[in-house]
Structure formats: structure tokens, C-alpha cells
């Protein structure tokens, strides 16, 4: 449905490009490794992913004694699955048991607002209590924003004025969320990446409160990254993986762009798990993550 419509750019950027390799090679050689090395890093692939790619490719044709082009296409899928899949199994969100706290975190505008809204929606839908904390206290819009997505999501929000301490509102969030007995406490966070050292001192702060007020809870730090922005994205995943232990990342916007083999990059450069994935601008347009859906979407 949705994640194959807005892939079209990216699968035409990858399946169709290796469809015209294959018809113009017909047999396996060098030249066309570089072909396929070149479609992989023009679609956001990453340097050092494609690399990987390519050498994994190359033992299998080996391997498997292959001398015809159009027998790569299903060697080059079978691999990308295995890229993304590496790390499954911890693909799920940590939400149970409740209660559990998610702590959202990147650099503005890559959509945190937005996708804190949408799994506060999913949430709610399913039945959990659900509450939301507005740490990004330094920009009244976020707030306001966020107080936006808690109304369209039907669920409660804390926050305090803009230019507060961000700690002392997820503080706030935290007690409200026990008193209120909330099985998902979701929490916004500053996006502003001045340097790695002023982040990490913000998020640590936020991370001993967490853990001081809230120690029993299940813990879902999530990192939003834009596909958009292609290999920038991969940059900002690990200044904040540096900063502070991800454990799940929510890739938005993967709809309309042509970079979306950047998860590629991502996940096998950072080997956290890509949770989440944005295909929309609406309260629906946030997917559990699924690898093979994800490969048969941009190479059918
Ligand atoms: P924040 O600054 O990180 O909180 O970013 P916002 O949540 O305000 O989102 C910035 C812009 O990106 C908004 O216009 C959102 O509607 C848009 N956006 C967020 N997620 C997606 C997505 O998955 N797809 C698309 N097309 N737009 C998105």
C-alpha cells in the first residue's frame, strides 16, 4: 500500500537501474560490479554499506559458479534482506511491560512531533493509556505543536512554558504518568544539535531523571532520522548514538524520496534497528518496520 507508492522513487532508482545493467552486460564481470556499485551509492546506499554489499555479492556468484547478469537481481535482493534483517528479532518497540517510557530524540524538523503523534494515536487505539511530556521547551511552536497532535490523538499532555528545563518536565511527565496509572509515557526532547557535548550533557540530565523516577519502567529510546536528507541522516544517527544509547530508530518521510536506500546505511552502519518508518504526513502514516516488505517494495 502506502510504503510501495511512496517508494517509487527509490525503486526506480535501484531495480530499474539494475534491470538496465543486467540487459546491457548479459554475462557476470568486473564492470558490472562497478555498475551495481554506482546505482547503490547514487540511491544513498552508503560508501561503506555498498562496499559490503558488493563483496557479499561477489562470494556468492563464486560461491554458486553464476555467469549470468540476469541471475544477479536475486542475489542482490537475498543480500539487502540480509542487511536489514541482521539485526531482527529487536525490531519491535520496548513498550512491554507497561508502564514504559519512550524518549524521543533527533534534530528538528526530521518529524519527531509528527511521529510522537502518530504512535500516540496507535496507542490509544489499541487501548493503552497514553501520555504525553513536551521536553522540547525551547521553541513555543514544539510545544504547541505537540499540545496539537495530543488533541487530534485524544490523549493527555504535560508540558510548561517555553524556555523551562526540559528535565523538569519529563520530571513532571513521570509522576503524572504513575499517578495516572499510563501504560505508555511518550516523551519529546530538544532537537537543537549545537555540538555533540551540549547534547549529550541535555540528554544525560534527561536520562539520570528517567532512570532515578522512573527505574522499573521499559525504556524505548527512539532516534527520528529524515531519509531525506540521505547520507546526513546516517551523520546524525551517529552523533546521537555517541550521545546516548538508541535502541530503536524511526526512519520518516520515506514517502515521495529516491533516498530511500539510506536505511541501508543506517541500520548496517549503526546496527540499531529501524523500528519505525514514516509514509505520510497523517495520524495513519507511521508502519512497523519489516524488512522484507521494505526489499520487495523497492526491488519487485
Ligand atoms: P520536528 O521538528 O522534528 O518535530 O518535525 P515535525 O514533526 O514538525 O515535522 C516536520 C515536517 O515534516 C512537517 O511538515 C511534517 O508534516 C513532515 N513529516 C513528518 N513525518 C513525515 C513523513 O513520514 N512523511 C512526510 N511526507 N512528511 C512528514
Known amino acids: 500500500g502506502r510504503l510501495k507508492e511512496g517508494l517509487e522513487k527509490t525503486r526506480r532508482g535501484i531495480s530499474d537501474k539494475v534491470d538496465d545493467i543486467i540487459k546491457s552486460y548479459q554475462k557476470i564481470d568486473e564492470e558490472l560490479f562497478e555498475d551495481l ?25 563464486k560461491e554458486r559458479k553464476l555467469t549470468e547478469a540476469s541471475e544477479i537481481k536475486s542475489i542482490l ?3 539487502l534482506k540480509e542487511i536489514l534483517e541482521d539485526v531482527e528479532g529487536k525490531s519491535k518497540l520496548n513498550i512491554n511491560p507497561s508502564p514504559a517510557i519512550i524518549l524521543v530524540v533527533g534534530v528538528n524538523g526530521v ?3 509528527t511521529t510522537i503523534g502518530k504512535l500516540a ?3 490509544r487505539e489499541e487501548g493503552k493509556k497514553v501520555l504525553l ?5 525551547f521553541r513555543a511552536a514544539a510545544i504547541e505543536q505537540l499540545s496539537e497532535w495530543a488533541n487530534r490523538a485524544n490523549v493527555d499532555i504535560i508540558s510548561h512554558s517555553e524556555g523551562s528545563d526540559p528535565a523538569a518536565v519529563i520530571f513532571d511527565g513521570i509522576q503524572a504518568a504513575k499517578a495516572r496509572n499510563m501504560d505508555i509515557l511518550i516523551c519529546d526532547t530538544a532537537g537543537r544539535l549545537h555540538n555533540k557535548k551540549n547534547l549529550m550533557n ?9 532512570g532515578r523516577e522512573y527505574p522499573n519502567a521499559t525504556k524505548e529510546v527512539l532516534l527520528v532520522v529524515d531519509a531525506t ?4 541522516a546516517v551523520m546524525q544517527a551517529k552523533v546521537f548514538k555517541e550521545a546516548c544509547n538508541i535502541t530503536g530508530i524511526a526512519l520518516t518521510k520515506l514517502d515521495g524520496t529516491a533516498k530511500g536506500g539510506v536505511i541501508f546505511a ?3 552502519e549503526l546496527n540499531v534497528p529501524v523500528k519505525l518508518v514514516g509514509v505520510g504526513e497523517g495520524i495513519n502514516d507511521l508502519q512497523d518496520f519489516d524488512p522484507e516488505n521494505f526489499v520487495d517494495a523497492i526491488f519487485p
Do not use: C, H, P, W
Request: glycine residues 8%; negative net charge.
Open 229 to 232: 536528507t540521505g547520507q546526513n
Open 111 to 113: 518529524g519527531k512531533t
Open 37 to 61: 556499485e554506482e546505482v547503490l551509492i547514487m540511491a544513498d546506499v552508503g560508501l561503506e554499506t555498498t562496499e559490503r554489499i558488493i563483496e557479499d555479492v561477489k562470494d556468492k556468484v
Open 133 to 137: 511530556s513536551a521536553g522540547d521547551t
Open 121 to 123: 494515536y496507535r496507542f
Open 77 to 79: 535482493k537475498e543480500e
Open 202 to 210: 541535555e540528554l544525560n540530565k534527561i536520562f539520570r531523571i528517567v
Open 266 to 268: 543506517v541500520q548496517s
